[in-house]
C-alpha cells in the first residue's frame, strides 16, 4: 500500500465511520480506495481476496448490512455508518460458525480461496432463508465460482449448516 | 480481424498513386488520424490514431512500414502501436491494389488487423464495428478527395 | 487500484446537473459504478471528479401513478426483484431483475445507471423496449421525457447531455390480455442474447392485436423488429405461430448481430430464432392461463 504521507498530498481525505464485525472503526479513506484494500491492507483482515478484480468471481464478498457485495469494486467511502462482516468476523469467543464447521466437516473447500466469499454468501442465504431447497441453494450462491470442489460438497455443507442452525 | 473493402476512382492511377504517398493530404481521408509524420520517405512513417466509442478513448501512436512497393500497383505496409493507459497493442497488416484504365482506378483494400491486450477482451466486437467503418469512411474520403478537387 | 479523483455528493438533481455542466468531460456521474469503476480500473476511462448521486432524495422509489409504474432511477436492481407492486404489475420485469448480472451486482447496481452506462450486453433495455417506456431525464433548467426507442444511440451511448441525469423510468400498466416474456442466453459472465416478446390478445376476434419484439446484447444496442412485428398482427394464434420460423429469421438479420467472442453472426441469430420460438410459445401460453374458463384461444 502506499505510503500514508504520500497518501496526503493533494488528496480528499473523507472520515468515515463503520463497523467491522461488530467493532466501531473511525477510519479516513480518500474516495479511490476499494473497500478490499482497505479491509485487507489497513484492517489486516485478509480472509476477503483479490481474485478476478472484476467483480464476477465472488472471492472478495464481503456483507454488507447482511447482504454480499464485491468489495474489489466498491468504494471504501461507501461502507461509511454501515456494517461490515468478513469472515474472520463469524466466529464467535472462538467457536466456529455452523456455516464454517459444516464447511470443514463435509469438505466443502479444497484450496480454500473462494471459500470466505463462500461462507459470507451462505451466511447471506441462511439469514434471509433458513431452510432453502438445493435449487434455492444453487440459484443465491450461483455468483461465487469455485475451481476445486466441483460444488457438490459446497451445496452439502449449506444444507448441513442449515440443519445445524435449525438445532439451535 | 479482417477487411476489404474496394473502391472505383474516377482519376488515372498515376493520379490516385501521388495521392496515396502524399502524406499531408492523405492522413486527411484517415478518420482517428490526428498527427502524422515521415521518418524516412517511402518506408517508415509514424501516425497518431484516436479512437473514441461513447466514453472511451483509445490512443494508438503508430509505426507504419512499408515492406512492399511496385510502383503504381501495390503497397504492402505493416504497422504496430501501443496504447499503455489501456494496456493494448494494435497491429495491422495493410495490402492496397491500384489497377485501372486511364481515367478509371479501382483501389482496394485488405486489411488484417490485431488488437492485443485488454481491449481484445472487452472490446472485441466493438473494435471490429468501429475497423470497419473506418474503413468505410476512409475509401469514401479518398474517393470524395481524388473525384472532387486535387 | 484506482486513480485519485475528486468526489462530489450534491444533494439536489439541479446540484449534480451544473456540477457535470461545469466540469465536462472530466466528471461523470456516479451511483452504484458496478459499470463505471469496472471501466475505470481497467484504465479505459479515467475521470477527475466523481459525481455521487445517490445522497439526492427520491430517486428510488417504485409507484404506481397516473396508470403507469413510475421506477425511481436509483432502484438498485435487486430492490426491483423484490418489489410487490412490479411483482403484481410486472412480472417478467421482476423475472428479468433476479437474474441481472449476479447478486452482487444486483445489490448495488441501479437501473438508471444500467441504462445510462448503455453497455450492450445488458438485459433491462431490451424488455423496456416492448413496454412503451418513456424515460425522464433532468438537468438544472429542465426536464424532459424519452421514449425508450430513442434512448440508446450506440454502444455506450445514449442521447443523454452531459449534464442530464436519468431521474426515472416510466412503464404504462398493460393491458388486461397481454402477456410480456424476457428470455436471455449466454454463458459469459455478461449476457449474449436478449430477447422480449410482448403480446396483446384480441379475444373477442381470437387474434393478436399489438405484438412488439425486440432484440438486445447481440448488436450495439437492443432494437425493436418492427418487420416481424407486423408478421403478427392481427392474425390468429395458429397462423401467427406458422410464421414464427420466418420471423425469427427476420429478426436475427435485423438484430445487427456481429460476431466475438460471445459467437459468430450466424449462431447469434440462429440463437434469436430459438428465443424468439421459445417466447411465442410462453407468451401464448401465459394467455391461455389468463383465459382458462373463458373458452379456447387458439383459433
Not at chain 3, 82 to 111: D, K, Y
Amino acid at each position: 500500500m502506499a505510503d500514508p504521507g504520500l497518501r496526503r498530498i493533494g488528496g480528499q481525505m473523507i472520515p468515515i465511520t463503520l463497523t467491522v464485525n461488530g467493532v466501531i472503526q473511525e477510519i479516513e479513506v480518500e474516495p479511490h480506495e476499494l473497500l478490499l484494500d482497505v479491509v485487507r491492507n489497513r484492517l489486516g483482515l485478509t480472509g476477503a481476496k483479490r481474485s478476478c478484480d472484476v467483480q464476477v468471481c465472488g472471492a472478495c464478498t464481503l456483507l454488507l448490512d447482511g447482504r454480499p457485495v464485491s468489495s474489489c469494486t466498491l468504494l471504501a467511502f461507501e461502507a461509511r455508518d454501515r456494517s461490515v462482516l468478513t469472515i474472520e468476523g463469524l466466529a464467535e469467543q472462538g467457536r466456529l460458525h455452523p456455516l464454517q464447521e459444516a464447511f470443514i466437516e463435509r469438505g466443502g473447500l479444497q484450496c480454500g480461496f473462494c471459500t470466505p466469499g463462500m461462507i459470507l454468501t451462505a451466511k447471506a442465504l441462511l439469514d434471509e432463508n433458513p431452510q432453502p431447497t438445493e435449487e434455492e441453494i444453487i440459484d443465491f450462491m450461483n455468483g461465487n465460482i469455485c475451481r476445486c470442489t466441483g460444488y457438490k460438497k459446497i451445496i452439502e455443507s449449506i444444507i448441513a449448516a442449515a440443519g445445524k442452525m435449525k438445532e439451535t | 480481424m479482417r477487411f476489404e473493402k474496394q473502391i472505383e476512382i474516377l482519376g488515372s492511377r498515376e493520379k490516385v498513386w501521388e495521392f496515396l504517398w502524399d502524406v499531408d493530404r492523405f492522413i486527411t481521408c484517415v478518420p482517428g488520424c490526428k498527427e502524422a509524420g515521415t521518418v524516412e520517405a517511402g518506408r517508415i512513417y509514424t501516425a497518431l490514431m484516436v479512437e473514441k466509442v461513447g466514453p472511451f478513448r483509445v490512443e494508438f501512436p503508430m509505426r507504419i512500414e512499408v515492406v512492399q512497393n511496385d510502383g503504381f500497383s501495390t503497397i504492402k505496409a505493416q504497422a504496430s502501436g501501443s496504447d499503455s493507459k489501456v494496456g493494448s497493442r494494435m497491429k495491422v497488416e495493410l495490402e492496397v491494389h491500384l489497377m485501372g484504365e486511364g481515367e478509371r482506378s479501382r483501389l482496394s483494400f485488405v486489411a488484417s488487423v490485431d488488437i492485443l491486450g485488454k481491449l481484445a477482451a472487452l472490446g472485441h466486437s466493438i473494435i471490429k464495428r468501429k475497423a470497419d467503418q473506418v474503413m468505410d469512411e476512409f475509401a469514401q474520403a479518398v474517393k470524395k478527395r481524388l473525384e472532387g478537387n486535387s | 487500484m484506482l486513480r485519485r479523483f475528486y468526489l462530489e455528493e450534491p444533494e439536489r438533481v439541479q446540484e449534480a446537473s451544473d456540477l457535470l455542466a461545469r466540469y465536462g468531460e472530466s466528471a461523470k456521474a456516479y451511483a452504484g459504478g458496478t459499470e463505471l469503476l469496472l471501466a475505470m480500473k481497467e484504465g479505459l476511462v479515467h475521470y477527475e471528479r466523481l459525481i455521487n448521486i445517490k445522497k439526492i432524495p427520491g430517486l428510488d422509489q417504485v409507484k404506481l401513478e397516473d396508470g403507469a409504474i413510475r421506477i425511481g432511477a436509483l432502484s438498485t436492481h435487486r430492490k426491483l426483484a423484490g418489489s410487490p407492486l412490479l411483482q403484481e404489475r410486472l412480472p417478467a420485469l421482476v423475472r428479468m431483475e433476479q437474474n441481472v448480472a449476479n447478486i452482487r451486482v444486483r445489490e448495488v447496481g441501479t437501473l438508471g445507471g444500467n441504462l445510462s452506462f448503455a453497455e450492450p450486453h445488458a438485459d433491462p433495455g431490451t424488455l423496456l423496449l416492448v413496454l412503451g417506456t418513456r424515460l425522464v431525464a433532468e438537468k438544472a433548467s429542465s426536464k424532459r421525457e424519452i421514449p425508450m426507442e430513442r434512448f440508446f444511440v450506440g454502444a455506450y451511448e445514449t442521447c443523454l447531455e452531459p449534464d442530464e441525469l436519468l431521474t426515472e423510468i416510466h412503464v404504462p400498466l398493460q393491458p388486461a390480455g397481454s402477456s410480456l416474456v424476457y428470455l436471455k442466453f449466454g454463458y459469459l459472465e455478461r449476457p449474449s442474447v436478449g430477447l422480449a416478446l410482448f403480446l396483446a390478445f384480441n379475444e373477442r376476434e381470437r387474434s393478436i392485436a399489438e405484438a412488439r419484439l425486440a432484440v438486445g446484447c447481440v448488436g450495439p444496442t437492443p432494437r425493436r423488429i418492427d418487420e416481424a412485428e407486423g408478421m403478427f398482427r392481427g392474425k390468429g394464434v395458429k397462423e401467427a405461430a406458422s410464421l414464427i420460423s420466418r420471423a425469427g429469421e427476420i429478426a436475427g438479420h435485423a438484430s445487427d448481430a456481429i460476431g466475438d467472442l460471445h459467437g459468430s453472426q450466424d449462431y447469434k441469430e440462429h440463437i434469436v430464432q430459438v428465443l424468439l420460438k421459445r417466447a411465442f410459445h410462453h407468451a401464448c401460453g401465459k394467455l391461455q392461463e389468463a383465459g382458462k374458463g373463458r373458452g379456447e384461444l387458439h383459433g
